[in-house]
């Protein structure tokens, strides 16, 4: 909530954040820190980008060697594997929940 509640105030941790892909049941992690972006897709395929350089994240710097180092550490910093929490129907959750006393 701090970052939330002041974007602009200082942050020395990367943000993490996941994304499942319900067409494909795939989870994709992103990590951002102040000047880098690192995305890693559930299948297979990844992405970095130098954002102070390309603001826009235009150019894919994945097989620039010149970033190995940078790219080690934040993969490092993401979960190893993860599978997507299927949904349950409403019978089965009507069914699991349990009356108040």
Same mark, same amino acid.
């Given at each position: $909530?701090?970052?939330?509640?002041?974007?602009?105030?200082?942050?020395?941790?990367? =943000?993490?954040?996941?994304?499942?892909?319900?067409?494909?049941?795939?989870?994709?992690f992103?990590?951002?820190?102040? /000047?880098?972006?690192?995305?890693?897709?559930?299948?297979?395929?990844? &992405?970095?980008? #130098?954002?102070?350089?390309? !603001?826009? &994240?235009?150019?894919? #710097?994945? /097989? /620039?060697?010149?970033?190995? @180092? &940078? $790219?080690?550490? $934040? =993969? @490092? $910093?993401?979960?190893?594997?993860?599978? !997507?929490?299927?949904?349950? /129907?409403r019978?089965?959750?009507?069914?699991? &929940?349990? !009356?108040c !006393?």
């Amino acid at each position: $909530m701090p970052l939330f509640k002041n974007t602009a105030g200082p942050w020395p941790r990367p =943000v993490i954040t996941g994304f499942l892909d319900m067409w494909k049941i795939d989870v994709h992690f992103s990590i951002r820190t102040e /000047n880098q972006r690192y995305i890693r897709y559930g299948r297979g395929g990844e &992405e970095f980008y #130098q954002c102070y350089i390309h !603001p826009r &994240e235009w150019t894919n #710097q994945i /097989n /620039n060697s010149d970033y190995a @180092s &940078e $790219m080690k550490q $934040m =993969v @490092s $910093m993401l979960p190893k594997a993860a599978r !997507p929490i299927h949904y349950r /129907n409403r019978e089965d959750k009507k069914s699991a &929940e349990k !009356p108040c !006393p």
